[in-house]
């Protein structure tokens, strides 16, 4: 609570003062685990020095604008009110073991992708502020972004961001966000605190560029080790209506809370994460001009761009239980401890400095998307868990080539790294892309490829804290992905096609047990997109996915996946904006991935076969100029009248880990120009 007050007196200061005075990213087709949060952003060859638009700072509008650090394109913020998980860090693809910010995973196959150092904590992933998504924003007027959500059970979501420029070329933007949720079930509290300050300058002469980010992940999930049986959850007993009364493998209810005041954690994870990014840019190139009637707008052309890049990290990865001695066969039987100590804790800490030089040049001085890029990194890493120490360096090489063609009908992309040295010798990343406009009544088509050699993760590869059982002579995970899309802008429908060759597979085979499928095998997944126009009201948002792996690959994801929303969408009047209806998500029976508490790892399991009921929300969106509200009543498919009504039939994310009955949230989001 502290820093949300000294982030809004903060904020109040900033506003006075304010009063008085595309990117061609990774490959397409599923987040990689982990990707790109363990390495310096790529790119950054573009930037907006070459713009013949003149902003007027004075006029009474707001005009917002952002881009990413690797890109020079300028977009707009999504005011859409058609889907809510456009507004929160979860996503619908992914299940989550119950509550709003405990340990979650995508239902569609997404291999890690990214090479070198990696620490092998990924569960909590989706709450996270990342360097990747970093808006660096330009804005006419101070601008406010505030989103607030309550729900069920004293679940608290809060959302500030804050942005102004300080001259037409420096900007900074401020973000907060909370989430906050004790949970039906007994110790599956969250809290998660997130922030992110970043700041770019170009100065007057166009030809120096600054960019800053600091950022702080402060997560943190209490674990239950999932419900002692599934019975408990349509049961004659009545006190099992009550969720948090059903016992538990770990954590006594009698040291659990359900106060959302108190954020002590008794049993569970907590990893944070500290991130700085400076980067600075120095072109050479020419100066120009424009003169349109009596105003002249003076821009640079650059040809060639020296690049700097200093980006420091903290992590600090921790499990605790100060009640293990109350589940001393939970830790036997999963982890093998002889003996159990009333309290337990494992903690891992790691800090890694990297240093990136860049030469960028431009072939053609009147398009900035167009440009060539050469480099090389140096990156120290240091752990110290005060029993285990290690310290190694690696050395980076990466060049690439991208091209967005002034006719915009061409957009692509040639990047390639190298670890030449350092203890993740022989690590690779190749990847290209083709984007192809085929008009605005056609729409666009897409194709891509990416081979990635990369080191196992460190947790599941070199010796650490935490109690994992290593298998010997783990080698080099490696990954083909193919990608293809096409979007047919005249139908509303985009198909999707990705094709996986994967060698070395390494993952957990129970709790604490590392293991590596070595056989090369094949993964597709192929989905559509489309909305149906049923009237002039009604629409229907479909998403199909079918996805397979060949062979005895230790992979278990449900081979249909499908989201489909019936929504009524109006403008019942002039500032007005509705779209309300049913959301519906399903996917078919298989073995979900079993949950590893003290590793905060999912691991491959056959024992149990999940069946679900399709999960089941009412909604209703609305918009009233700046002003938009998400009500939603989520899980409407739990209703069952066994033992008396009630929302208790719950499907199950992972082997004992349920999903609550019915869940109401509301979310506000209201925008200010300051």
Request: charged content about 20%; aromatic content about 16%.
């Amino acid at each position: 609570m502290f820093m949300l007050v000294l982030f809004l007196i903060f904020l109040g200061a900033t506003e006075t003062y304010g009063q008085g005075r595309g990117m061609m990213g990774r490959m397409s087709g599923g987040s990689s685990r982990g990707g790109g949060r363990g390495g310096a952003a790529k790119g950054g060859g573009g930037s907006d020095s070459l713009s013949f638009e003149k902003r007027n700072f004075a006029d009474d509008s707001v005009n917002v604008r952002f881009r990413y650090l690797d890109t020079a394109r300028y977009t707009v913020l999504d005011s859409s009110i058609d889907d809510y998980y456009k507004r929160v860090p979860l996503k619908q693809e992914y299940v989550y073991l119950g509550n709003n910010g405990n340990a979650a995973r995508p239902l569609l196959f997404s291999p890690m992708r990214s090479p070198g150092w990696d620490g092998g904590f990924h569960a909590l992933d989706l709450y996270a502020f990342t360097i990747d998504e970093t808006k660096f924003m330009n804005t006419t007027k101070p601008y406010t972004q505030l989103g607030f959500l309550v729900g069920s059970k004293a679940e608290q979501n809060l959302d500030i961001i804050h942005t102004q420029n300080i001259s037409p070329d420096w900007n900074f933007v401020v973000q907060y966000r909370l989430i906050n949720s004790p949970g039906a079930f007994n110790s599956q509290n969250t809290n998660h605190n997130n922030i992110r300050f970043n700041s770019d300058y170009t100065s007057k002469s166009k030809r120096y560029h600054a960019f800053f980010i600091f950022m702080s992940n402060a997560l943190q999930s209490s674990e239950n080790g999932g419900i002692v049986s599934n019975d408990y959850l349509v049961n004659e007993n009545k006190a099992y209506n009550d969720r948090f009364n059903i016992p538990t493998n770990l954590a006594s209810a009698a040291y659990s809370s359900r106060n959302f005041f108190n954020v002590k954690l008794n049993t569970g994870n907590r990893y944070t994460e500290r991130q700085l990014l400076f980067r600075q840019q120095y072109d050479f190139g020419k100066k120009d001009s424009v003169v349109t009637d009596s105003t002249v707008t003076r821009y640079f052309l650059p040809r060639v761009r020296f690049e700097h890049t200093v980006h420091t990290f903290s992590y600090d990865y921790k499990y605790m239980d100060i009640q293990a001695s109350l589940a001393p066969n939970f830790y036997k039987d999963n982890y093998g401890f002889v003996d159990v100590p009333e309290k337990l804790s494992f903690e891992q800490q790691w800090k890694i400095l990297k240093n990136d030089f860049s030469i960028i040049q431009f072939p053609d001085a009147n398009n900035p998307l167009q440009f060539f890029k050469a480099g090389i990194s140096y990156s120290h890493y240091s752990s110290d868990t005060g029993v285990l120490k290690n310290s190694f360096v690696n050395v980076m090489v990466h060049g690439e080539y991208r091209n967005r063609t002034k006719n915009k009908k061409w957009d692509m992309l040639l990047s390639g790294e190298l670890y030449p040295a350092g203890r993740d010798a022989g690590n690779y990343d190749i990847l290209a892309r083709l984007q192809r406009s085929l008009g605005k009544k056609l729409g666009l088509v897409e194709l891509g490829f990416q081979n990635i050699n990369r080191s196992p993760s460190y947790l599941l590869n070199y010796e650490s804290i935490f109690p994992v059982i290593k298998k010997d002579g783990l080698r080099n995970e490696n990954v083909t992905g193919l990608y293809a899309s096409l979007f047919m802008n005249s139908i509303k429908t985009k198909l999707v096609f990705n094709y996986y060759l994967n060698s070395n597979y390494t993952y957990f085979s129970n709790y604490n047990t590392v293991d590596q499928y070595s056989t090369i095998f094949n993964f597709i997944r192929a989905g559509i997109s489309k909305q149906f126009k049923l009237s002039r009201k009604w629409n229907w948002y479909m998403d199909i996915y079918v996805q397979s792996v060949a062979g005895n690959a230790p992979i278990h994801l449900p081979w249909l996946y499908t989201r489909n929303r019936l929504a009524y969408e109006s403008t019942p009047f002039r500032n007005l904006v509705v779209s309300t209806g049913i959301d519906l998500r399903y996917y078919n029976s298989y073995y979900a991935d079993g949950y590893s508490p003290v590793l905060g790892q999912f691991f491959y399991q056959t024992q149990q076969k999940i069946s679900t009921l399709p999960d089941l929300t009412a909604y209703m969106n609305f918009r009233v100029r700046s002003f938009t509200a998400f009500i939603r009543l989520e899980n409407l498919n739990t209703a069952t009248t066994k033992y008396g009504f009630g929302f208790k039939n719950s499907n199950l994310a992972a082997p004992l880990y349920a999903m609550p009955g019915m869940v109401f949230r509301l979310g506000i989001f209201w925008n200010f120009v300051n």
